[in-house]
């Protein structure tokens, strides 16, 4: 079996099914933590703790006013990464067919010269991303080995992803095959790891915002 | 002087039909071309071989379809009949030849009797191993042994074709017939592969043409392919590549896109990891080639190409199940079985985490000092 073969056939099948016993393993895992009564009077209705948790899934997605020349570049920064790998996997031709035969669905893709251009904005971004974390002293300071990886891995779909589109750097079959690979491995560390936030971000920024609205605050 | 036809060199034979110098230069630089090389090997190639005595060439047929055979019977350049008749001296193939029976068997064991060390051995099909030989048998012996005969005084063998280089149709899975390759049978010779399914008959004659010519066997690539034809991929040097760039691909084999040339890598075209000379050389002559007719590459001159995945999925799409690919069913049916593991997981670890919980709290309340 050559690599690609196995990268696109045994390789996902595995990825997959770990992706998504990992993925409901964390998500039932945490829904079923016991949470601590609270037993003080609500300072707010069950209406109004239910809106602050969704208030805050907003507000807490955008820079507080005070904080924005300290944190504005850094959001940014983020924002603007999130938006290319969006484009990139959900808007690539080869991508949508690929989603399309796992799913049924396709949609409307971008010109590959688009996407090629985005590819690269992406890859440029996420070496700054790292020279920010590595420079910036609390942020280092925070930072562990699941951070790195986690951007190594997602770092190592994207150059794989430019080689096997560009034919550079071998032949097409060993390049698609460790484009697809290295999907596999991002598949597989995924749920164990802070790329989890994609699941978690927003429940658990509206539970914080309704918790916080049920003591009179607002996000 | 000598009289026997395979006693004569090739120009000597050329002389005796009548064909001039200036002629055969011509056709040698026709079947240089055609094999990519540079303009003057052409000439040079003409005077190697009008010195050489034409070499015997014995062809094996196995556990083929005769596709190849037939294939062969359409090169241009050389053309079969000038190949067989000028410059090599056929003596053995079951399907052309006239002779049948004993005769037949008689003649392959004359050939390589006289010829013993310098003849060149062609295969065609794969060597079917199973049943002690039993599915592939030709006047009472088996394939393996008829091979293992032949390939004894073999100067060097040519597979032509999947199913001798890599095992093709007969190989995949099951392989009922436990088929193998040329080269997982004979290890002690050269051994050059000629894979498609069928192969390019310019390729077939270029590469026969080349080791006589030569008397060398050409560069090969890691499949022993010659990589004068098979060192790019029909991606590389398909007419259709701009749009691959463009990413202007054909959903389907009749809509615009299609119908404007548009790239078949979605409809499951595998031509950027197939390697052989098909958009250069193309087919009929150089009239076209499957896919200037239309039709996504299918692979077939590579390993394994029947197992791996349909033909109509692209070569970025998931790749298992029955039909070769991944269905959205399949997709779905992994997917609950895997979320019903995850959910009995995560329902264990929030028990054991709660357990946990509890206990502390317990411990925590034991701990605190008592009031009164």
Same mark, same amino acid.
């Given at each position: 079996m050559d690599l690609l073969s196995f990268a696109r056939g045994a390789g996902l099948k595995f990825a997959l099914a770990v992706f998504c016993v990992g993925v409901v393993w964390r998500i039932v895992a945490f829904a079923l933590l016991r949470i601590r009564r609270d037993l003080n009077e609500p300072r707010a209705s069950m209406l109004k703790s239910v809106g602050g948790g969704l208030l805050a899934v907003g507000s807490r997605s955008w820079p507080h006013p005070e904080f924005i020349g300290r944190t504005g570049a850094g959001e940014a920064l983020g924002y603007s990464y999130h938006l290319g790998l969006f484009a990139v996997v959900l808007l690539f031709g080869p991508h949508i067919t690929f989603f399309g035969s796992l799913f049924g669905v396709t949609w409307p893709a971008l010109p590959s010269s688009v996407i090629t251009v985005i590819s690269v904005l992406t890859f440029t971004l996420f070496l700054a991303v790292l020279f920010r974390r590595v420079t910036h002293p609390v942020l280092r300071m925070l930072s562990n080995f699941d951070d790195y990886f986690s951007w190594f891995i997602t770092m190592l779909v994207i150059v794989t992803g430019l080689a096997a589109t560009a034919h550079v750097g071998g032949p097409y079959e060993t390049l698609l095959g460790l484009h697809i690979l290295s999907f596999d491995a991002l598949l597989v560390w995924f749920p164990f790891g802070k790329l989890m936030h994609a699941f978690y971000i927003f429940p658990s920024r509206a539970i914080n915002g309704s918790l916080l609205a049920r003591k009179g605050a607002i996000s | 002087m000598p009289h026997r036809d395979e006693d004569l060199t090739v120009g000597e034979m050329l002389r005796r039909h009548g064909i001039s110098r200036r002629g055969f230069i011509k056709f040698c630089t026709a079947a240089a071309s055609a094999m990519a090389l540079p303009p003057l090997m052409g000439p040079a190639m003409a005077e190697q071989l009008r010195n050489v005595r034409r070499p015997s060439v014995v062809y094996l047929s196995f556990q083929e379809c005769t596709g190849c055979l037939e294939s062969l019977t359409r090169s241009f350049a050389p053309t079969i009949e000038s190949l067989i008749f000028n410059v090599i001296s056929l003596d053995y193939n079951d399907t052309l030849m006239a002779a049948a029976g004993e005769a037949a068997e008689a003649a392959r064991t004359q050939a390589i009797h006289d010829n013993f060390g310098k003849y060149v051995l062609v295969v065609d099909g794969s060597v079917p191993t199973g049943a002690g030989g039993g599915y592939c048998m030709a006047g009472g012996k088996s394939a393996v042994d008829i091979l293992g005969e032949a390939a004894k005084g073999a100067a060097a063998i040519v597979c032509v074709g999947t199913c001798a280089a890599f095992g093709g149709i007969p190989f995949a899975d099951p392989n009922p017939t436990q088929a193998w390759p040329v080269t997982a049978i004979v290890g002690d010779k050269p051994i050059i592969n000629v894979s $498609?399914? *069928? *192969?390019i008959p310019e390729v077939i004659t270029g590469t026969l043409l080349q080791f006589v010519s030569t008397g060398k066997v050409p560069d090969l690539d890691e499949h022993r392919r010659p990589k004068v034809f098979f060192g790019n991929t029909i991606h590389d040097r398909c007419y259709r590549r701009p749009f691959f760039d463009e990413g202007k691909f054909a959903k389907s084999f009749d809509d615009e896109g299609a119908r404007n040339g548009w790239c078949l890598y979605e409809l499951g075209c595998k031509g950027p990891t197939t390697y052989n000379a098909c958009a250069t050389l193309k087919w009929n002559g150089g009239t076209s080639f499957p896919i200037e007719s239309g039709h996504g590459c299918i692979g077939c001159a590579e390993p394994g190409f029947w197992d791996? $995945? %349909?033909?109509?999925?692209?070569? %970025?799409n998931p790749a298992w199940g029955k039909s070769g690919e991944a269905s959205p069913t399949e997709v779905l049916r992994l997917a609950g079985v895997a979320a019903a593991t995850g959910v009995a997981i995560g329902a264990a670890s929030a028990a054991v985490s709660r357990i946990r919980q509890h206990r502390q709290e317990q411990q925590a309340a034991d701990n605190e000092p008592k009031g009164g």
């Open positions: - | $498609g399914c *069928p *192969p791996k $995945g %349909s033909f109509y999925s692209a070569l %970025s």
